[in-house]
């Protein structure tokens, strides 16, 4: 059975930090493309990008540039978001997802190009 399971969410200041975790089990760990998504609050049919990498090659969406920092375990077969300098517009429910199939490098941040996805991990930033 495929899960992603996430955690590490939580309710900071802006300014604060957070580390999110996504392990995977039932597949091959991060033989393609993995990835970070945000839904966005009141849209809940709109996932934002945040990072997806294969290997060594990561792409971020200008959002989260210089903040956000997105690594891999290969070992514990999770996958991090490291999000720094966190502002209230950062807030929403967060997604991981692994792709099975080879992803360009300019699309790594489309929701479509992923296959299996986590539940959730909710994050909220105040004022």
């Known amino acids: 059975q495929v899960q992603l399971a996430e955690s590490g969410g939580g309710s900071v200041h802006a300014g604060g930090s957070l580390k999110l975790s996504c392990t995977v089990s039932g597949l091959p760990f991060a033989e393609y493309c993995l990835g970070w998504f945000r839904q966005v609050p009141g849209m809940e049919r709109e996932l934002g990008a945040i990072?997806?990498?294969?290997?060594?090659?990561?792409t971020y969406a200008d959002s989260v540039k210089g903040r956000f920092t997105i690594s891999q375990d290969n070992a514990k077969k999770t996958v991090y978001l490291q999000m720094n300098s966190l502002k209230p517009e950062d807030s929403g429910m967060y997604y991981c997802?692994?792709?099975?199939?080879?992803?360009?490098?300019?699309?790594?941040?489309?929701?479509?190009?992923?296959?299996?996805w986590g539940q959730g991990t909710q994050v909220t930033v105040s004022t």
């Open positions: 997802a692994q792709a099975l199939t080879y992803v360009l490098k300019n699309a790594r941040l489309r929701p479509n190009e992923y296959n299996y």
């Open positions: 990072a997806g990498i294969d290997d060594d090659s990561i």
